[in-house]
């Protein structure tokens, strides 16, 4: 699917070019509308980094293509489609120089724009055979000390291995310390120097904004001092995994034990949320108030995955117990190896890297295989179920 671009002066003109494209069913965390002139191109295009720029009436001055001109050229497989009453032969060559794929009339009739959205997404389909749409995988504490952030941090360097391209994006922003679980340098750069500036955001100034574990997995790492976790708003959240997504296969994400809108905004636009839990009361307790809180929000029952950490078989409170209470199916399984996580945790060090063969390794392995899209075997729930039917 297109990641789509709308920008119009008139709020009414993008609110009806917004709804027609949403009726026509894109996703909306692939459309971005802004309100404006040419100006907000740049800064558009840059933060949500689209395939397809919309512009609506923004030919009155032709001058203002010499902006969509420099744009383009800087990112040549960007297509843009102009709405405007200006059709002379003069101003139909100055936009197709600029970069103007078609040029359709203002107001724009929902057929013939659908139809040059479709010959765009023909055209780029062919010319972006490996454009990204990464998937946002969600992990949350159910309570305090889960194990959340071990098991988001040794995941994403587990799908770095198997070849993917991954981001942690560390939200728990009062204190959060992802990166130490991969890596033993500070970050230079975090969470709240992104957002502090945030109208410089595009791919390069994301990659240099990372703690590199590897060429193929970065960390954003969280503010060092709380105060700062105020800077980090909504619309940052957006339009950083806006372009994340775009950049990378899996967009991963640590969230803290507080629910407000900031984490709401990164929880709503995760394909998959992971709750994080182990087999004691307190945190069966608490696993039922944060699910009673996502029904709450509106997430289906398929969007929410249980993992129990630290599992051992014998536990007073049996697997039957989390599924009658929680109303969810079988939690996938981290075993309980205390000294080998806790040797990674205090070196820095992947599990991967420090304990191939430890039987947390090898599940966050089987975990991994199966977030993977091309699993021949099937999803690890299906490979779960077999498992227990063999047990």
């Known amino acids: 699917m297109l990641n789509i671009a709308v920008i119009s002066p008139s709020p009414s003109s993008l609110e009806l070019i917004g709804q027609l494209l949403r009726d026509a069913g894109q996703q909306p965390q692939m459309l971005h509308l802004a309100e404006g002139g040419m100006s907000k191109l740049r800064g558009v295009v840059n933060q949500a980094q689209p395939d397809l720029v919309i512009l609506d009436c923004m030919c009155r001055d032709p001058g203002e293509l010499a902006e969509l001109e420099a744009v383009t050229m800087l990112r040549p497989q960007l297509m843009a489609i102009m709405l ?11 936009a197709m120089r600029a970069g103007v ?17 479709g010959r765009a997404d023909q055209k780029l389909g062919s010319a972006l055979p490996g454009r990204r749409s990464g998937e946002i995988l969600a992990f949350i504490p159910c309570k305090g000390g889960s194990g959340s952030t071990f098991i988001a941090a040794n995941a994403a360097h587990q799908l770095a291995s198997e070849g993917r391209k991954v981001i ?50 970065g960390v954003l790492a969280a503010p060092e001092d709380p105060g700062q976790a105020m800077e980090v708003r909504p619309e940052h959240v957006d339009a950083l995994l806006n372009l994340a997504v775009a950049q990378y296969d899996f967009v991963m994400i640590d969230i803290g034990r507080s629910l407000d809108a900031v984490t709401i905004k990164a929880l709503d636009r995760a394909r998959r949320v992971f709750p994080v839990m182990q087999m004691t009361l307190p945190f069966l307790r608490d696993a039922h108030r944060l699910l009673t809180v996502f029904r709450s929000l509106g997430y289906a029952k398929e969007k929410i995955h249980m993992i129990v950490n630290r599992y051992e ?40 890297d420090v304990a ?36």
Not at 168 to 178: K, S, Y
Not at 328 to 338: H, K, M, Q, T, V
Not at 368 to 386: E, T, Y
């Open 84 to 94: 405007c009453a200006n059709h002379t032969p003069e101003f139909l060559l100055r």
């Open 101 to 117: 794929r078609e040029v359709l009339a203002s107001p724009v009739d929902a057929e013939s724009l659908l139809a040059a959205i």
């Open 168 to 217: 942690l994006i560390d939200l728990n922003l009062q204190f959060g310390d992802a990166v130490l679980f991969v890596h033993d340098h500070s970050p230079k750069t975090t969470l709240a120097d992104v957002a502090r500036n945030i109208h410089r955001l595009d791919a390069s100034f994301l990659a240099a904004s990372l703690v590199q574990v590897n060429p193929q997995f």
């Open 313 to 352: 078989r014998g536990s007073e409170i049996t697997l039957d117990d989390v599924e009658r209470v929680l109303g969810c199916d079988r939690p996938f399984l981290i075993p309980n190896s205390y000294a080998a996580v806790a040797a990674s945790v205090n070196h820095g060090q992947p599990m991967l």
């Open 356 to 391: 191939r063969n430890n039987p947390v390794t090898k599940a966050l392995q089987e975990f991994v295989q199966g977030l993977l899209p091309a699993d021949p075997q099937g999803s690890w729930f299906s490979r779960l179920k077999r498992r227990e039917q063999k047990a």
